[in-house]
């Protein structure tokens, strides 16, 4: 969209002027629906035959509302360089630094050659000396003036920021400076007057209803200037809860676009971002606790940036020191729930290992090895053999020997494991005991490797398996008979051999061996509870060709 | 050269048995007197002055531990007799004296004798003995008992609280003491293993027997180990991970 809006900025003598005057300043008509805001104003040109200049500023959106202070600056500094001008004018404000349009309306093409116009900068620097008027408009935007069908455009002109430029037309020959046009590139930026926060919300409303009443905004009186200033104040600390705060500027403005803020704080930096309301305050809403900057600026001179630092300060449970204590508060909270939670789940885990240990070792406690009941009462026999032999010193032996068995498995009862050397004891005595009733020959041999006083088997295992090689292998044979037993070194493994060259046996199912079950189920419990110190069980049994077990008790070295 | 022995048990018949099993196995060995209760054997010590003295540890009224107590010194040598006391046995291994077991292992009986004829050449007081009485004198003062460890010169006695830790070597036993001194005693240490598992210590490898209070941490990598104030690191095995565990939660 064509952005070239004409603001025919008045001249304030003017007897003509349909425009709305506010005090010194110019202002006009405001049409919402083009944002076009005409201005005209009307010297009492009869006399003369050049109405006036007119001249086209950009269209800012601003309202005009400048201290008098600085005009007064311009206008005396014009007005004292008036020279031969007929009449002084009061200076327009350019905000953009976009260049100005100057018009003279009643310079028609057929006046022209009798005319002449010069522009100055600063009433100084002449940027156009005296020169012929020679392009001309259509008089288009004056309806009201429609006697002439064309007027002189003298060009478009432009300086810096704070300096003006004036226009001027006279006749040729003539000294006299029959009218005159001058506009100031003015540099501004937002002013913000007051800061108002939630609490002072109705503070903000009295200031913002009173701004377009004329008294107000011109603080005519003493008190009335007292109460506005009461009102407007420029505060930078606000308590936590006072985190929504309304920045007033003095600038009224047309729409949001014009002015342009940035926020910079804790969360960061907001980029520049127009205005969130087409008037002339700033909101910011919900801000938390933190040091603040904010920066505000007109959309035409983004150079000029005004600043406005404030600070909203933290409640108390938004101090640093707050959160660094409740959040290592929470953490240990949790760390103490997780720790407990932890905890009773091993204690739950441990108690289920515990329990099926437990239940684990009282089968493993009822079905222990202990010598059978036959076995015992046919030693107590021989020894009565012995007696009646009057072999005393065979008898005293064998009584003592059965007494040191009797007592180990009694004894086994309370010791999970034994040494293998107080096993293999065990097992000789066994095996002499037996061969007093059976008179077969045995050999036990262990491996010099074997460290048989540390390694460690559980008590009585094996006894029960010899038994079997007595009972169901060699007793038949009598003399013939031979059981060997050989405990070797394989890895970290040992290894127990157990033959014997009886008459074998079918080792298939239905085979209900007492003393193998026995072996099989204590096994398999005892692996239960030992991790990786398994034991592994094999026998090997053909009728005819003896009987041969195997036990390899795992990683038990 | 001969030795004299009072009997002291309170079955006449143990008496006859043993006196019989000495005729035979042991001849050299003179039974002076037999004794069935402990005040009969306190007054038969006093009158033969024996060298050596057969004791049943368990008797009605005061036990052979009782009888000893009453003496006023121990000049002669004692081998304990009993059927089953798992108490009395625990001490008498804890001083290293010899015992018998019902029924008398002949061959035991033999050895058992053999070295008391070997000690009692000089007649001296049983530094043994009376270390074996201290102990029982002070049952619950665990850290005043002295365990009496037989090496190949001398029986040393030695506070368990100085006994670092114990390592197997077949049938041997390396006692590493406190004050760096290393003892070699000629018995396994699963012997040990049994005597001394009350005063704190554990067997947490097949040839380590550890005292807790020397341990420092147990350092679960490598398989797990415990490091000890010597700065050495006993291996754990992994069957007796469990049992350590237990142990020092137990509180070293």
């Known amino acids: 969209m064509k952005k070239e809006i004409f603001i ?48 086209t500023v950009g269209y800012t959106g601003m309202f005009a509302e400048e201290k008098s202070k600085f005009l007064d600056s311009v206008c005396r500094a014009h007005i004292a360089k008036n020279g031969n001008r007929v009449r002084s004018t009061l200076p327009g404000i350019n905000y953009d630094s976009a260049g100005v349009q100057f018009f003279v309306q009643g310079l028609t093409p057929a006046k022209a050659p009798d005319f002449e116009y010069r522009v100055l900068e600063d009433d100084q620097r002449e940027l156009v000396p005296w020169s012929p008027v020679t392009r001309f408009v259509e008089t288009e935007f004056d309806a009201t003036y429609p006697t002439d069908p ?25 000294d006299t400076i029959i009218t005159t046009s001058t506009v100031v590139w003015k540099e501004t930026s937002p002013v913000i007057l007051g800061v108002f926060s939630n609490k002072s919300l109705n503070d903000f409303l009295t200031v913002f209803k009173k701004q377009w009443q004329h008294e107000f905004v011109t603080s005519s009186t003493s008190e009335e200037r007292k109460k506005k200033d009461s009102l407007l104040l420029l505060r930078n600390d606000f308590l936590s809860g006072d985190n929504n705060l309304i920045f007033y500027l003095d600038n009224k403005i047309a729409s949001k676009e014009i002015v342009e803020y940035k926020l910079t704080g804790p969360g960061g930096t907001t980029p520049w971002k127009p205005n969130d309301f087409d008037f002339n305050f700033i909101w910011l809403k919900d801000l938390p606790p933190g040091k603040y900057m904010l920066q505000v600026r007109f959309s035409v001179q983004r150079h000029k940036v005004t600043d406005y630092p404030f600070e909203i300060r933290p409640a108390w449970h938004q101090t640093a020191a707050f959160k660094i204590i409740s959040g290592s508060l929470i953490t240990a909270f949790f760390a103490f729930i997780f720790v407990l939670f932890r905890l009773w789940r091993q204690q739950q885990k441990l108690l289920a290992v515990e329990l099926k240990n437990a239940r684990t070792e009282s089968r493993l406690g009822m079905i222990r090895s202990q010598l059978n009941p036959h076995f015992v009462f046919n030693a107590l026999n021989s020894i009565q053999g012995l007696m009646n032999k009057k ?31 107080q096993e293999i ?8 005991l037996e061969q007093l009733r059976f008179n077969f020959r045995y050999k036990i041999e262990t491996d010099p490797d074997l460290p048989i006083f ?37 890895g ?18 239905p085979f209900e061996g007492y003393g193998f079950r026995l072996t099989t189920e204590r096994i398999s419990l005892f692996n239960e509870l030992s991790g990786d110190r398994t034991i592994y069980f094999q026998v090997n049994s053909d009728p005819g060709k003896g009987t041969h077990v195997l036990v390899i008790f795992k990683n038990c070295l | 050269m001969r030795l004299s022995a009072v009997i002291i048990d309170d079955e006449q ?31 038969s010590i006093l009158q033969y002055s ?50 018998l077991l019902k029924p008398i292992d002949t061959d035991e009986l033999k050895r058992a004798v053999e070295k008391v004829f070997l000690k009692s050449r000089q007649k001296k007081q049983n530094l043994q003995l009376e270390n074996l009485l201290q102990l029982l004198h002070h049952r619950q003062k665990k850290e005043e008992h002295r365990l009496a460890l037989p090496t190949a010169k001398e029986i040393r006695y030695v506070r368990t609280a100085d006994i670092v830790r114990c390592e197997s070597s077949n049938s041997y036993t390396s006692f590493y003491l406190y004050n760096g001194e290393k003892l070699l005693v000629s018995r396994p240490v699963y012997e040990y293993e049994e005597v001394l598992k009350d005063y704190g210590f554990i067997r947490c490898h097949q040839s380590h027997l550890v005292n807790l209070k020397y341990v420092k941490s147990w350092v679960k990598e490598d398989g797990g180990y415990l490091y000890l104030e010597d700065k050495t690191e006993i291996p754990v095995s992994r069957n007796k991970r469990e049992l350590v565990r237990m142990t020092i939660e137990r509180g070293i």
């Open chain 1, 8 to 55: 025919l900025l008045s001249v304030f003598l003017s007897a003509h002027a349909r425009a709305q005057l506010i005090g010194s300043f110019a202002s006009g008509d405001f049409d919402k629906g083009d944002k076009h805001v005409y201005y005209r104003n009307c010297i009492g040109c009869k006399e003369f035959l050049i109405d006036y200049i007119p001249n």
């Open chain 1, 150 to 174: 064309e007027m002189a455009s003298l060009g478009t002109f432009k300086t810096g920021w704070g300096h003006y430029l004036s226009v001027d037309v006279r006749k040729k020959g003539s």
């Open chain 1, 391 to 421: 072999d005393i010193p065979a008898a005293n032996k064998y009584l003592a020997r059965f007494g040191h068995l009797v007592r180990d498995s009694l004894m086994g009862k309370n010791a999970d494991s034994v040494s293998l050397d």
């Open chain 1, 425 to 432: 004891h065990l097992l000789d005595t066994y095996l002499q």
């Open chain 1, 454 to 490: 540390e390694t460690e088997i559980p008590s009585l295992l094996l006894q029960p398996l010899v038994e079997n090689a007595v009972k169901h292998g060699v007793s038949t044979l009598y003399e013939n008979g031979e059981i060997g037993l050989l405990f070797k070194k394989q």
């Open chain 1, 492 to 509: 970290k493994d040992m290894v127990a051999e157990l033959s014997d060259n009886g008459p074998g046996f079918d080792f298939a199912p």
């Open chain 2, 13 to 43: 018949n143990n008496i006859d048995n043993l006196r019989s099993l000495l005729a035979e196995y042991c001849p050299q060995v003179d039974v002076v007197a037999g004794a069935g209760n402990a005040a009969e054997g306190k007054s």
């Open chain 2, 50 to 99: 024996p060298d050596l003295v057969f004791l049943d540890i368990q008797m009605p009224g005061k036990n052979g531990f009782d009888l000893l107590q009453s003496l006023p010194n121990y000049d002669f040598e004692v081998i304990f007799v009993t059927a089953y006391d798992q108490y009395g046995i625990q001490a008498v291994k804890f001083a290293a004296i010899d015992y």
